[in-house]
């Protein structure tokens, strides 16, 4: 698959991520052919002239290579059971979720079985950063079908790294949402005492900005954190508590303590508790800030 033959690519999922992929592939010439459950974001991306259809088997009928990126690993084994009952041709599948590794090889076995490859392909980036295609994609499996889709990968990321061995790209995306929850909250944390001492939250976000504090979390939290407002939500915090679950999980499975990780739990919890599931994980601000007994004025 090169780029001067751009022809159709099914997605299954259509959600904040999976719909700004299939958003900036149809802008970048591809025939795109995608699935999804929710009626409403089938409408949004149909407007859109996204190609829609009534199944993931359908999308796999009619496209080489179907993307997948789903919120639940059930989804996926459903997903992946059509496309294997469709006694299609080979087909590379490319699955952009975070899951465990037990759901993904799972689902590589059933497709695997059916004469397809599935490669293991979690994304790095959140869903504003799919919009602008500042993502980077942990590619695993097949390396010679990573190589035939990489074209295509690169229509919506600015980065794609072949790691090897199936299952190595979600081990990695483990490493980095690690982090990635821990500056989240290290930020709110920040903002917080700030706060308290009597700095303005803007100020507090262009300074950190231009030093060594910095981090591209902050970069991306902090706008949200400084207006105190966090209904624009790229990842939602409801979502994020199943992620940080399968790396607690996975941590313990291999025997790595994770105490940075462990701390920040109680947070996305109370988070969680405070009725904020589906706000930005960036909301985890209102937990410290409630904390330290900071009332913001109103804007």
């Given at each position: 698959?090169?780029?001067?033959?751009?022809?159709?690519?099914?997605?299954?999922?259509?959600?904040?991520?999976?719909?700004?992929?299939?958003?900036?592939?149809?802008?970048?010439?591809?025939?795109?052919?995608?699935?999804?459950?929710?009626?409403?974001r089938c409408d949004?991306?149909?407007?859109?002239?996204?190609?829609?259809?009534?199944?993931?088997?359908?999308?796999?009928?009619?496209?080489?290579?179907?993307?997948?990126?789903?919120?639940?690993?059930?989804?996926?084994?459903?997903?992946?059971?059509a496309i294997a009952?469709?006694?299609?041709?080979?087909?590379?599948?490319?699955?952009?979720?975070?899951?465990?590794?037990?759901?993904?090889?799972?689902?590589?076995?059933?497709?695997?079985?059916?004469?397809?490859?599935?490669?293991?392909?979690?994304?790095?980036?959140?869903?504003?950063?799919?919009?602008?295609?500042?993502?980077?994609?942990?590619?695993?499996?097949?390396?010679?079908?990573?190589?035939?889709?990489?074209?295509?990968?690169?229509?919506?990321?600015?980065?794609?790294?072949?790691?090897?061995?199936?299952?190595?790209?979600?081990?990695?995306k483990f490493v980095?949402?690690?982090?990635?929850?821990?500056?989240?909250?290290?930020?709110?944390?920040?903002?917080?005492?700030?706060?308290?001492?009597?700095?303005?939250?803007?100020?507090?976000?262009?300074?950190?900005?231009?030093?060594?504090?910095?981090?591209?979390?902050?970069?991306?939290?902090?706008?949200?954190?400084?207006?105190?407002?966090?209904?624009?939500?790229?990842?939602?915090?409801?979502?994020?508590?199943?992620?940080?679950?399968?790396?607690?999980?996975?941590?313990?499975?291999?025997?790595?303590?994770?105490?940075?990780?462990?701390?920040?739990?109680?947070?996305?919890?109370?988070?969680?508790?405070?009725?904020?599931?589906?706000?930005?994980?960036?909301?985890?601000?209102?937990?410290?800030?409630?904390?330290?007994?900071?009332?913001?004025?109103?804007?």
């Amino acid at each position: 698959m090169t780029s001067a033959g751009k022809g159709a690519v099914g997605i299954v999922g259509l959600g904040i991520m999976g719909g700004a992929i299939a958003r900036n592939l149809h802008a970048g010439g591809w025939r795109v052919i995608g699935f999804d459950t929710n009626r409403m974001r089938c409408d949004e991306l149909r407007a859109a002239g996204i190609e829609i259809v009534a199944s993931a088997q359908e999308a796999a009928t009619q496209a080489p290579v179907v993307l997948v990126s789903l919120s639940r690993p059930d989804a996926l084994t459903s997903t992946a059971t059509a496309i294997a009952a469709a006694k299609l041709p080979r087909r590379i599948v490319v699955e952009l979720s975070t899951f465990s590794l037990q759901d993904k090889q799972a689902a590589e076995a059933v497709l695997r079985a059916a004469g397809h490859v599935l490669l293991d392909c979690p994304i790095s980036g959140t869903g504003a950063q799919a919009k602008t295609r500042d993502l980077s994609i942990y590619a695993s499996g097949d390396t010679k079908s990573i190589e035939n889709v990489r074209p295509l990968l690169l229509d919506f990321a600015r980065a794609v790294s072949d790691l090897g061995a199936f299952g190595n790209g979600t081990k990695m995306k483990f490493v980095a949402n690690l982090l990635v929850a821990i500056h989240n909250v290290a930020s709110a944390e920040a903002f917080a005492l700030g706060m308290k001492a009597g700095l303005d939250p803007k100020q507090i976000l262009e300074l950190v900005k231009s030093g060594v504090g910095n981090s591209r979390v902050f970069e991306l939290r902090g706008p949200m954190m400084a207006e105190g407002r966090y209904d624009d939500a790229t990842m939602k915090i409801s979502v994020w508590q199943k992620d940080m679950a399968i790396i607690r999980e996975f941590a313990q499975e291999i025997g790595c303590k994770v105490p940075l990780l462990d701390a920040t739990a109680p947070i996305y919890d109370a988070a969680l508790a405070q009725g904020l599931g589906q706000q930005d994980t960036a909301a985890v601000s209102v937990v410290l800030e409630e904390m330290a007994g900071i009332k913001r004025k109103p804007s």
